[in-house]
């Protein structure tokens, strides 16, 4: 796959725009990270949107640490990163991930394509650029692009490559197979009568894959493109609850 950095810049804006999505509570040990690896993504045209969730601990003033320059516009402050604008907000009244996923998907929907990632993870190189060429193959039909993983065990300090099946309707319908981090197409979001369902508190992103591919396939791309960090405290255990 040709990588992004190749192109031309005077392409870079008839390239779809990419909107990353995160959620984040109490995660200021980890959230840096994860901004920088989306920041360090070979593909231009990104922006970052995250939301506090209510964080207790300093994940606030870790994300603003980041910013080169900075304005505040309402209620949201941008920020400014290596190019890379980051749309950072503090959300009142959180009522868990979904809830947060599509507070941030709405503040994002001027975007082409999603993708996720929570505020513990991060993204390896080439993750926005190799799946946004592949979505672009065939944008009618392709609503989910999602790839393999490494998983980390911080507390055994363990590295473990996933490997994720390629996919199939029968198989996703049996188990989740697509992976935490995918890039979403809007063009399959507008078919939807909602996005991530706010009254679920385990198994939303199953239940949004299974509703996207009644209309669309997913793609998956063999290779390890995003890191997902095990800690006992992942975003959707913590989340305060409605």
């Known amino acids: ?55 207790t601990d300093d994940s606030y003033h870790q994300i603003t640490r980041l910013f080169e320059r900075q304005e505040q516009r309402n209620d949201v402050t941008l920020g400014v990163v290596q190019n890379t604008t980051i749309v950072l907000s503090k959300n009142p009244d959180p009522r868990g991930p979904s809830a947060a996923r599509n507070r941030l998907l709405s503040m994002a929907w001027g975007s082409d394509m999603f ?18 060429m592949v979505m672009s193959e065939d944008v009618e039909t392709i609503g989910i692009v999602y790839t393999d993983a490494l998983i980390y065990h911080e507390n055994k300090n363990l590295l473990i490559r996933e490997y994720r099946e390629p996919y199939s309707r029968q198989r996703l319908e049996q188990e989740c197979i697509v992976s935490n981090t995918p890039l979403l197409n809007k063009k399959a979001l507008q078919r939807l009568h909602h996005l991530y369902d706010e009254g679920m508190r385990t198994a939303e992103d199953w239940d949004l894959w299974l509703r996207i591919t009644n209309q669309s396939v997913a793609v998956h791309i063999p ?20």
């Open 223 to 242: 290779e390890a493109l995003h890191t997902y960090r095990v800690t006992g405290k992942n975003a959707s255990d913590v989340v305060p609850a409605a």
């Open 115 to 132: 993708c996720m990632l929570d505020a513990d993870d991060f993204y390896l190189p080439g993750k926005l650029s190799k799946s946004v």
């Open 1 to 55: 796959l040709k990588r992004m950095s190749e192109y031309d810049t005077n392409l870079s804006a008839s390239l779809p725009k990419v909107a990353v999505i995160m959620p984040c509570y109490n995660h200021g040990k980890y959230v840096q990270q994860a901004i920088m690896s989306v920041v360090k993504q070979d593909y231009p045209m990104k922006s970052i949107f995250v939301s506090d969730e209510g964080s």
